[in-house]
């Protein structure tokens, strides 16, 4: 596991998710489990069904961390503090509709939180293959957010030698990526350097696409 990677995701999204937020599209719970340290309460969600069953096994000892079954869209209503999904959007063919339903899980002001992978020019056989149907960029991502009536309030590109290595081998090699020493390297040497340097100065382009909107108060 990536672990600084997922730990530098984990820390972009906390300032902006409140006090009880819901994570839409949570997989096994990796990231669910990191922001529910700091969270009063946390929801997570899944649509699969036996990632579903995997999820409630997984928080069932943590009485703050409600887990439900959510599609996207889906017509639904809430009072979260911020939905928070990260790549998923880019499964989804309706994505507008699947931002116009974040948009009703949460509070006026509530803030809506993606992460989603970057450049079209990236699409791959590895994204095609776990169901991707589109990669961002800034513009295309404030369209959608805009069209699904929500403000954008941060849009930008994270880790930018993640596209370099990401295009390389999946486009240029035509490799998979999977766990291993290349992988173990890049998390402990090279994505820290990557972390600290965009903290500084947010990169022109990146693997992903950060960003957050809010609910019109």
């Not at 340097?197 to 809010?214: L, M, T």
């Amino acid at each position: 596991m990536a672990v600084n990677h997922r730990r530098w995701f984990v820390e972009l999204a906390l300032p902006y998710l409140g006090d009880d937020p819901i994570e839409v599209g949570s997989g096994m719970g990796d990231y669910a489990l990191e922001w529910s340290e700091a969270m009063p309460r946390f929801t997570a969600t899944e649509a699969h069904p036996d990632r579903l069953v995997a999820l409630k096994e997984r928080f069932k000892d943590l009485n703050h961390v409600e887990v439900r079954e959510m599609f996207l869209p889906a017509e639904v209503s809430g009072d979260y503090s911020a939905a928070v999904s990260y790549n998923v959007l880019e499964h989804i063919e309706d994505h507008v509709g699947a931002l116009r339903t974040m948009r009703s899980l949460v509070r006026p002001g509530g803030a809506i939180i993606l992460i989603v992978p970057a450049f079209q020019f990236a699409m791959s056989q590895v994204d095609i293959a776990t169901g991707h149907v589109r990669r961002y960029t800034k513009k295309t991502m404030r369209a959608a957010l805009v069209e699904a009536g929500l403000e954008v309030e941060r849009l930008n590109y994270a880790n930018a030698l993640g596209l370099i290595g990401y295009y390389m081998a999946t486009s240029v090699f035509k490799l998979t990526p999977k766990e291993g020493p290349m992988v173990k390297f890049y998390d402990d040497f090279v994505l820290p350097v990557t972390k600290a340097a965009e903290g500084i100065c947010r990169p022109p382009f990146g693997q992903s696409v950060f960003a957050v909107a809010r609910r019109p108060r």
